[in-house]
């Protein structure tokens, strides 16, 4: 089956910095895909160059099996961007944001008056038609933007961090329209530094480090290759600190410290082999999430 999207040695340079490097990935239609990784890992560059704001040094972005390098114009009908940034136009009513902004497509957005009051109802914005976006909440505003990112009918939503600085019950309702567009068959990249949400809203995950992927599929299957099956914790003050330190260098391994406590990652030969170690030492042990992974590739020295 054809991938609705496809990208193959995506290659990014600024002067002599390679920040995305020989990247490939894939999302089908009906799919989320999450795209993870530290500060600095490639994500905002990997989307700008999906969606047609910035131009690769290498590979190939397909749509439908379609080259967006040749098609580029014709393509950008096919994909939603949603970006973290407020860029509502506070000069229009809600309505008006949806309908001016589906005027700038060519061609025309068939039925616009329906569509409009479509995504008015499925956005929980219909009783705020007629007001400013000043008269919304951060919820609600972010609401609108995905909506208008959508109203020409894009196969494909780039969402960036779609609910930074929203309290958790917004977080929540965006995470339910999210849900809704996949199950509609749109397909989602989405970037995020929440893992909760990353973890429950994709189906499958790539995470980047440096501008190469790391790891790509399944939540679990990332852990285990990337983290092993299990965590060690200790806390920080406990007596024992030293010696448990010592015999985790000795494996080869290093904690990492979150507030107070030390988190090690281990797979099953390394718990038996530290537990033997360390016969004395009550233990916490706990299954890994993608917060220990995001933590360690945030920590990782430069090359």
């Known amino acids: 089956m054809t991938a609705l999207l496809e990208a193959q040695g995506l290659t990014k340079r600024y002067?002599?910095?390679?920040?995305?490097?020989?990247?490939?990935?894939?999302?089908?239609?009906?799919?989320?895909?999450?795209?993870?990784?530290?500060?600095?890992?490639?994500?905002?560059?990997?989307?700008?160059?999906?969606?047609?704001?910035?131009?690769?040094?290498?590979?190939?972005?397909?749509?439908?099996?379609?080259?967006?390098?040749?098609?580029?114009?014709?393509?950008?009908?096919?994909?939603?961007?949603?970006?973290?940034?407020?860029?509502?136009?506070?000069?229009?009513?809600?309505?008006?944001?949806?309908?001016v902004y589906a005027s700038y497509f060519r061609p025309r957005v068939p039925e616009l008056e329906a569509r409009v009051d479509e995504l008015l109802e499925q956005f929980g914005l219909a009783r705020f038609a007629g007001m400013s976006p000043h008269a919304l909440s951060g919820g609600y505003k972010r609401r609108l933007l995905i909506a208008r990112s959508i109203v020409h009918r894009p196969k494909i939503l780039y969402l960036d961090e779609p609910t930074t600085g929203l309290d958790p019950a917004a977080r929540v309702d965006v995470w339910e329209l999210t849900d809704q567009l996949r199950r509609a068959g749109m397909g989602v990249i989405l970037t995020t530094h929440y893992m909760d949400e990353a973890e429950r809203l994709s189906d499958r995950l790539l995470v980047l480090q440096k501008g190469k992927q790391v790891a790509s599929g399944a939540t679990q299957a990332i852990l285990d290759e990337l983290l092993g099956d299990h965590v060690l914790v200790l806390r920080a003050d406990d007596p024992a600190r030293e010696a448990f330190e010592a015999a985790v260098a000795a494996h080869g391994l290093r904690p990492r410290r979150v507030l107070h406590e030390l988190h090690v990652p281990v797979d099953a030969g390394g718990l038996a082999a530290l537990s033997a170690a360390l016969p004395e030492m009550r233990l916490t042990v706990r299954p890994p999430t993608l917060d220990d992974l995001f933590l360690a590739l945030a920590h990782e020295e430069p090359a």
């Open 15 to 99: 002067g002599d910095q390679t920040v995305v490097d020989d990247l490939d990935l894939r999302c089908d239609a009906g799919e989320v895909l999450g795209l993870l990784g530290p500060n600095g890992a490639g994500k905002t560059t990997t989307l700008r160059m999906l969606y047609g704001f910035a131009t690769p040094d290498g590979g190939r972005i397909r749509y439908e099996g379609r080259d967006f390098g040749e098609l580029r114009t014709e393509l950008k009908r096919f994909v939603g961007v949603c970006t973290q940034e407020d860029t509502l136009d506070y000069d229009f009513d809600v309505r008006q944001n949806l309908r």
